[in-house]
């Protein structure tokens, strides 16, 4: 069922669902712990699965039920296990090394939302889908981009990092599922093992920078330059 045709109902839970995922990507970019941020990007995690069970059953695309499902398990707890882990050897509470105050980082993200919402309504009104719930999925995996990317500029330990590329990639899986709910499983299963390994290889990296740096910033891998 095309996004721009959905009855009432199933527009307004896609709506609120996108908006909450938005909201918890602000918690991360207005906190310095990292607790905070794990526990929101586990929650935006499953707010996407529940996201993705609901497009399945109003669209008819029974395959997202899978993907739901393998969403919660794998976004919403291994991977949420995995970076708890790497904070507890790290025994690092918060964000030390950051570039601006969370107050400037939250004006920032508000300026990318307005932003992001422009761009949309451009784009609404050339596919004629303005006004609908096609502008909203714009709005919210735009939003979400440049979250994340601002998260990788602005943040520099490493793991604040990983959640930023997370925060990104979430953004991108957010805005398939509404615009593009036929996508074939097999991509969607190849996206989330991907994240996988990028939690694996982050996780190397930490350990290398604790062991030969003795700190967790990425400013400090300009000390690792022979």
Same mark, same amino acid.
């Given at each position: 069922?095309?996004?721009? &045709? ?15 995922? !938005?909201?918890?990507?602000? =918690?991360?970019?207005? +906190? ?19 996201? +993705? ?36 050897? !790290? ?5 030390? &090394?950051?570039?601006?105050?969370? +107050? ?9 939302? =307005? ?6 309504? &451009?784009?609404? =009104? ?38 930023? !590329? ?10 398939a599922q509404i615009l ?16 996988? =390994? ?13 062991v030969h740096v003795g ?12």
């Open positions: 069922m095309p996004v721009e &045709h959905l009855d009432p109902l199933a527009a307004s839970l896609f709506s609120l669902m996108a908006i909450l995922s !938005l909201l918890l990507a602000f =918690v991360m970019l207005g +906190s310095r712990w990292l607790n905070n941020y794990l526990y929101a990007f586990a929650a935006e995690s499953w707010v996407i699965a529940g996201l +993705s069970a609901v497009v399945g059953f109003y669209g008819g695309f029974p395959e997202l039920y899978a993907i739901a499902a393998l969403t919660a398990l794998f976004r919403g707890l291994i991977l949420p296990y995995l970076l708890a882990r790497i904070i507890r050897r !790290l025994d690092i509470k918060r964000e030390i &090394h950051e570039a601006l105050r969370p +107050s400037s980082c939250l004006v920032l993200g508000a300026a990318a939302i =307005v932003f992001a919402l422009v761009v949309s309504e &451009h784009i609404g =009104v050339r596919v004629g889908a303005a006004g609908t719930v096609v502008v909203l999925a714009l709005t919210v995996m735009l939003s979400m981009k440049m979250i994340g990317f601002l998260m990788l500029v602005v943040r520099h330990e490493a793991i604040s990092q990983i959640l930023g !590329l997370l925060v990104l990639e979430n953004g991108i899986f957010l805005g593009v709910p036929g996508m074939p499983i097999l991509i969607e299963l190849v996206i989330l093992f991907d994240l996988l =390994v990028v939690v694996a290889c982050f996780g190397v990296l930490v350990r290398y920078l604790t700190s967790t910033s990425s400013l400090d891998l300009k000390r690792l330059v022979g």
